[in-house]
């Protein structure tokens, strides 16, 4: 009998340990297969995680963020220890103690199923195991990730240590929002820093990765505020806090800066504006989307933000200015639906969804509540109503003249239901008292249909300090200082000149301005000046001063448009300019950045200088990996340098013209803004620039520079189509250079330009070209600065023409037909008679001008 139950016995055990030997073998074998081929777990130990590039101003403040997954990474070290203890609480109360996977745990999660018969499932992954799963494992559910996930779980605790995996958990989980890892959460729901957070703050972040999509800390408030709760009492009963901490921390209410509890981060940020967009543009090219969305760059910015201000304002100014002047009114082309005016609430929140520029300075978008006899009652975004509500006046629509559907436009305004309708989406602005500032009315605005871009940058070193792409960017973002491709005009003028005076040219070379025709493959080329008519030999100098069409073409012709090409192509102006006579007038396409750059050499004496939105940029170790400034300081290594002495800086940068050359045609751009068609420029230090009107005013330019900063603007349609017949640039672009170089001056000074070595002032007289003595004064007597051993014969002046026949020497006499002549006083008192140039007749205006 005893025998028996031994036996019975013997083989049960027998069978028992047969089948643990063949479970064994099974998940040995199982592990076996699923472990081959797995991800390499060792990578993690040098992982860098996706984080947020960010862009700071010269001063160092934070103006911008990209990322597309929002995170700041933070090391171990840094993260204060009530995060990680309410993190450890809340999904692995035992990370500290298993080998990467929690057996005891994963039993209970079992028996808790089965109890509730599958509707009570809870997960049972360690930390350990969630960061193998997020970083080299899918998120699907099945028996085999989870296997996969135990293995390399496993091997992971053997490669890292446990502050290293709680370092990569806590900076790549996903809690919501947008918000990747601890600290750009923390920054999305509280606007704190870690270690600004408080017990029920942390345990409200921990409570996120149960379910971050659901747990919204407005529409599921009370899910999340359980999960919070929970959240404390395990940190309660696992030792990190003390009961009391725990009961007060659980009765707060749930706060955040999506219940408006917070001032959200984003909104302490300046808005987005072209500046920081074209950096982005710029550096995503040159490292790359994923290094510059994800590589955790900080970024220093030239931009001066005072000098931004400014830019954008001047810019705006002049562009309201227009579109005002023409009078006609467009609106937003918004409109919300009866549905959504039903009351206050219906139509703030339908008004709050609306794609309005809220961008602009003052302006805020409204709807039409109601309309009246004479005017209209509107209901302003973010302004309460009070009891005699906000009106427009039917003073302020009289201005304009509505748009209808087929295009053409209605009578002016009497009232405002002349414009406007109920439903109406509007911008409007607040009218102020100029003298106390105190509140006058509510008064309608439009985004312009015109455009336009401004750019202004540091002559010296390229460092644009200021650029706007359009009047708004949240109601455009291309932008037209960089993007716009536009015909420059006279603005490239210069450049003509320029290969002149490096090639036998002085500013008195006599040129012809009269008629040319050209035969060209499209049929007759009759080009003309700006007003039509044509003036006889006339100094080079007058030719850039007045803007001359035909002296242009003439010296183009006469030095080779493929001349012409090379130095535009050598400043930068182009890439490649085909070389056909009518470029030499700015008729082939360029961008305002790259016009900008070019006089910015004008101004420098002639060197080359790259033009740079970004002084630095340093990698997510705070490496500088981008450094703009690439001169040498030779003696910065010296521990002390003598007294009175500098670091000596080797200015290593390249020479694209003449220092004489630079001199003379920055001389003559001078006298653009003195006597010619730039002559509105009125500010304090000298000035030289150069204005651009295309064919029809489809486009208007100015360009202009100090002796340390260059600025221009641009005005046209981004589809092209004239401006108006007294559109130029000396009338729209010139203001907007005026209103930003005056703050400009006040912060950056200026002097007089520097005259560099290598020539002799002469005295002409600037209207006919003639040598004066040395002593003679008068409107007409200009110093001209000639490079040594390129004095003309005075007497016999090489007239040029540039087409054949029409170079000639002439004696120097008044033309038969010349009917003036120009008196001057020398400084003895003695008067001279200089005769005027002769006058051809006139054609009909049109060209390039």
Known sequence: MLRGILSFFGGIFSWVVTAAVFAALTIGGIFWIYSRDLPSHEALAQYTPKTISRIYSGEGRLIDEFAEERRLFVPI?????????????????????????????????????????????????????????????????????????????????????????????????????????????AQTYFNKTLSELTPHEAATLAA?????????????????????????REMWQNGYID?????????????SVQNGDFVAFQEQLPPRDYFTDEIRRQLSREFGQDEFFGGGLAIRATVEPEMQGAASNALREALERYDRSRGVWHGTEVSLTPEQMVDEVAWRGALFETQMPRDIPGWMPAVVLELGNNDARIGIEGIEEDDDGHWIPANDVQWARPRREDGSLGPRANVASDLLSVGDVVMVRAMTSDSDGSFIRWTLRQVPEVQGGFMAMDVNTGRVIAMQGGFSYQSSVFNRATQAMRQPGSSFKPFVYAAALDNNYTPATIVVDEAIRVNTPQGLWTPKNAGGSFYGPTPLRTGIEQSRNLMTIRVAQDIGMDRVADY?????????????????????????????????????GGERVEPTLVDRVQDRRGRTIYRHDKRVCETCGQQALPAGQGPIIDNNRERVMDAVTAFQLTSMMQGVVQRGSGKGVNLPVPIAGKTGTTNDAK????????????????????????????????????????????????????????????????????????RLPDDASGPDVISEYFRDGTDPDWLSPLIVGGFGDDTTTLPWEASASSNAATAITTSTGQQKVIPKKADFGTLSSGGLY
């Open 243 to 255: 009961q009391a901490t725990y009961e007060a921390e659980a009765k707060l209410p749930l706060r």
């Open 208 to 232: 996120m990765p149960q379910a971050p999509g659901r747990y919204h800390p407005v529409r599921a408030k009370e899910r999340v505020t359980e999960r919070r709760n929970y959240v404390l």
């Open 77 to 185: 070290e840094d993260v204060p220890d009530l995060v990680k203890q309410a993190f450890v609480s809340a999904e692995d109360k035992n990370f500290y103690n298993h080998p990467g996977y929690d057996a005891r745990g994963m039993i209970s999660a079992l028996v808790q199923a089965v109890q509730s018969r599958g509707e009570n499932v809870r997960g049972a992954s360690t930390i350990t195991q969630q960061v193998m799963k997020n970083f080299l494992l899918s998120s699907d559910r099945s028996v085999e990730r989870k296997v996969k996930e135990l293995i390399l779980a496993t091997r992971l605790e053997q490669t890292l240590t446990k502050d290293q995996i709680l370092e990569l958990y806590l900076n790549e989980i996903f809690l919501g929002q947008n918000s990747f890892g601890v600290t750009a959460a």
């Open 699 to 770: 486009d208007v330019w100015f360009v202009g520079f100090s002796s340390n900063i260059v600025a221009g603007c641009y005005l046209g349609y981004d589809q092209p189509r004239t401006l108006g017949s007294d559109a130029y640039g000396g009338t729209l672009c010139v203001p907007v250079f005026n209103a930003f170089m005056r703050e400009a001056v006040q912060k950056y000074g200026g002097t007089d330009f520097r005259v560099p070595p290598g020539g002799h002032w002469v005295k002409i007289n600037r209207v006919t070209g003639q």
């Open 568 to 604: 535009a192509e050598r400043f930068g102006v182009y890439d490649h300019l085909d070389p056909f006579l009518a470029n030499s007038l700015g008729a082939q396409e360029t961008t305002l950045f790259k016009m900008v750059a070019a006089y910015a050499m004008f101004a420098n």
